[in-house]
T-cell receptor, first 112, second 113 residues
Framework: KQEVTQIPAALSVPEGENLVLNCSFT??????LQWFRQDPGKGLTSLLL?????REQTSGRLNASLDKSSGRSTLYIAASQPGDSATYLC???????????FGKGTHLIIQP | NAGVMQNPRHLVRRRGQEARLRCSPM?????VYWYRQLPEEGLKFMVY????????ESGMPKERFSAEFPKEGPSILRIQQVVRGDSAAYFC???????????FGDGTRLSIL
C-alpha cells in the first residue's frame, strides 16, 4: 500500500527566501507525482506534474524534482512571496492504488 | 472550457438524512474520482468510476456510501443516514484516461448537525 509523507508539516519563513518542501513515497511504481496548492476552505490547484519518466518540471518560480529510485520528490520555491502562503500537497499516482495517494501537506507561511 | 464542477459547494444535513453530492467532469473526461478530506487529515481516495462502471471502490466505507456515474449526467456520491463523522470536504477529480493527470473541483463541504 502506497504511503506518502511530507516534511516539514509546517514552515514559516521571511519573504524573499528560497525554500524546499520534501515528499517521500514508499512504492516507487508510480505513474506520476503531482504537487498541489490548497488555500484555506478552497479546492486544490495543480502546480506541477512529473511523469515517472521525468526528473523535474518547472513553472515560474516553482521547480519540482522526482527521484523514483529513492522514493523522493522536492518542490523548490524561489524568492518566496506572502501570496505563496498555503498548504502544499504532494500526491502519487500508482503503487497499487487507482486513486492519488496524498501526503498530509506542508503548511507554509511567508512573513511579509 | 469549464473545469470540474461540483455542487452544492456547501451542504448541511441533520443526522439520519441523505446527502447527494454531484460532480460534472471536465469536457472530454470519462474518468471520475472521489476523495474525502476529514478535518485535520489528508485527502483520502474513495472511489474511481468510468461511465456506468465502478472500477475501484476500495476507499469507500462499506455501509451507507455509494457512487455512480451514469451514461448521461453527473457523477453522484450518495451518503445515506448521515452521521456527525461524515462531516468533511468531498472532492471530485476527473481525467481523460487511466493514469492520466487528475483535475480537481472546488469540493463540497458537508456539515452534519
Amino acid at each position: 500500500k502506497q504511503e506518502v509523507t511530507q516534511i516539514p508539516a509546517a514552515l514559516s519563513v521571511p519573504e524573499g527566501e528560497n525554500l524546499v518542501l520534501n515528499c517521500s513515497f514508499t512504492d516507487s511504481a508510480i505513474y506520476n507525482l503531482q504537487w498541489f496548492r490548497q488555500d484555506p476552505g478552497k479546492g486544490l490547484t495543480s502546480l506541477l506534474l512529473i511523469q515517472s519518466s521525468q526528473r523535474e518540471q518547472t513553472s515560474g518560480r516553482l521547480n519540482a524534482s522526482l527521484d523514483k529510485s529513492s522514493g523522493r520528490s522536492t518542490l523548490y520555491i524561489a524568492a518566496s512571496q506572502p501570496g505563496d502562503s498555503a498548504t502544499y500537497l504532494c500526491a502519487a499516482l500508482g503503487g497499487g492504488a487507482d486513486g492519488l495517494t496524498f501526503g498530509k501537506g506542508t503548511h507554509l507561511i511567508i512573513q511579509p | 472550457n469549464a473545469g470540474v464542477m461540483q455542487n452544492p459547494r456547501h451542504l448541511v444535513r441533520r443526522r439520519g438524512q441523505e446527502a447527494r453530492l454531484r460532480c460534472s467532469p471536465m469536457k472530454g473526461h470519462s474518468h471520475v474520482y472521489w476523495y474525502r478530506q476529514l478535518p485535520e487529515e489528508g485527502l483520502k481516495f474513495m472511489v474511481y468510476l468510468q461511465k456506468e462502471n465502478i472500477i475501484d471502490e476500495s476507499g469507500m466505507p462499506k455501509e451507507r456510501f455509494s457512487a455512480e456515474f451514469p451514461k448521461e449526467g453527473p457523477s453522484i456520491l450518495r451518503i445515506q443516514q448521515v452521521v456527525r463523522g461524515d462531516s468533511a470536504a468531498y472532492f471530485c477529480a476527473s481525467s481523460v484516461g487511466e493514469n492520466q493527470p487528475q483535475h480537481f473541483g472546488d469540493g463540497t463541504r458537508l456539515s452534519i448537525l
